[in-house]
C-alpha cells in the first residue's frame, strides 16, 4: 500500500534525484510485468503504525505503488512533498553533505539511503556515479577503509598483472584478478543484482560470500576477493544481517572477520583420486 495521505508540503526532490528528460513519455507498465507482493514483517510487535518509506527521489504515483507493493503489508511509500518527520527510511539520490544534512534535519530518526536504479517499465532512470563507474572502462574499483588496505589491495593486483605478463609462453597467459568484475559479483549477491552469489541461496535475513567460486570464476586469488569485501561486509554486520564468508582467507583477515561476528566456513578438503 503506497499511502500519500499525508499532506505535509516537504521540499522539492533535489535536481540530482529527477530522472534526465529524455523529451520521450515515461514508458507504460508492461501488462505481463510479474507483480510479486514482498512478504509481510514478522517479529514481536514494537508500535502501531507500518513502517513510512519516504522517495526523496521523483518517482510517479505508480511507481511508489509498486515499490510499496513489493516491501510487502507493513510498509508504507510516500513522496517527499506529502512525508511527515516521523519517517523510518528516506530513499535519496547520491549527495552531497549540505543535502543530506538538510535531509537528517527534515527526518532526525530516519535511515538515509543513498540509491541507484533503473526501471524502464516506469521510466526511472536514477543512475549516479556508482553505475557510471560500473559501466565505464575502468580496471578497478576499491572500497579501502584505510592506506593500509589501499596500499594491500594495489599491491595484490600489481602481483597478479605481473604475473600475467611473465607467465607462460605468450599463447595462454593467466588473466588478472577482475576487480571490477568481482565488485558486480558482490552486488548480485548481495542483493544488488538478479541472480545469487555462487553456492547456493542463503537463508531470507543471511548473505553468504563464496570466496572459492569467485577465485575459479575470475582466476583471482581468494585472498585479494576478501579484502575487496570486507567494506561491504562491514556494512552487512551493521545492519544486522549475518554473514558467512565460504573460503580460506588469510589468517588475520579471518580472525578480524570473526571479532567482527561473521562466520567463516573453510574450503572442503577434495582428496585427490
Known amino acids: 500500500m503506497a499511502s500519500d495521505t499525508r499532506h505535509h508540503r516537504g521540499p522539492e526532490p533535489p535536481r540530482s534525484a529527477r530522472p534526465a528528460p529524455t523529451g520521450e513519455p515515461a514508458l507504460p507498465v508492461p501488462a505481463d510485468r510479474e507483480e510479486a507482493p514482498g512478504e509481510a ?9 507500518p513502517i513510512v518509506v519516504v522517495t526523496a527521489i521523483a518517482l510517479d504515483e505508480p511507481a511508489r505503488e509498486a ?27 547520491p549527495a552531497g553533505a549540505m543535502l543530506l544534512g538538510l535531509l537528517r534535519q527534515q527526518f532526525p530518526e530516519a535511515r538515509l539511503l543513498a540509491t541507484e536504479f533503473t526501471d524502464d517499465g516506469y521510466g ?22 584505510t592506506i593500509d588496505d589501499l596500499a594491500r589491495v594495489t599491491r595484490s593486483a600489481a602481483r597478479a598483472v605481473a604475473g600475467a605478463l611473465t607467465a607462460g609462453d605468450g599463447s595462454g597467459p593467466t588473466r588478472p584478478v577482475d576487480f571490477l568484475e568481482a565488485n558486480r559479483r558482490l552486488m548480485l549477491g548481495s542483493g544488488g543484482g538478479e541472480g545469487p552469489l555462487p553456492g547456493g541461496d542463503p537463508a531470507q535475513g543471511d548473505v553468504t560470500i563464496d570466496l572459492d567460486a569467485w577465485a575459479r570464476a575470475l582466476d583471482g586469488s581468494p585472498g585479494i576477493l576478501a579484502d575487496l569485501a570486507w567494506p561491504l561486509i562491514q556494512q552487512f554486520v551493521a545492519q544486522d544481517v549475518r554473514v558467512t564468508v565460504a573460503g580460506d582467507p ?7 572477520a570473526r571479532a567482527a561476528g561473521v562466520r567463516v566456513r573453510p574450503s572442503p578438503r577434495r582428496l585427490d583420486g
Open 41 to 49: 514483517l514478522v517479529g514481536d510487535a514494537t508500535r502501531s503504525r
Open 67 to 93: 515499490l510499496a507493493q513489493r516491501l510487502g503489508p507493513g510498509h508504507v511509500v510516500q513522496d517527499i512533498r506529502e512525508a511527515e518527520p516521523d519517517a523510518d527510511i528516506v530513499l535519496v539520490p
Open 124 to 145: 526511472a532512470d536514477f543512475r549516479g556515479p556508482i553505475s557510471r563507474i560500473l559501466a565505464s572502462d575502468i580496471d578497478g574499483y576499491f572500497m579501502a577503509p
Open 250 to 256: 588469510p589468517g588475520p583477515w579471518t580472525d578480524r
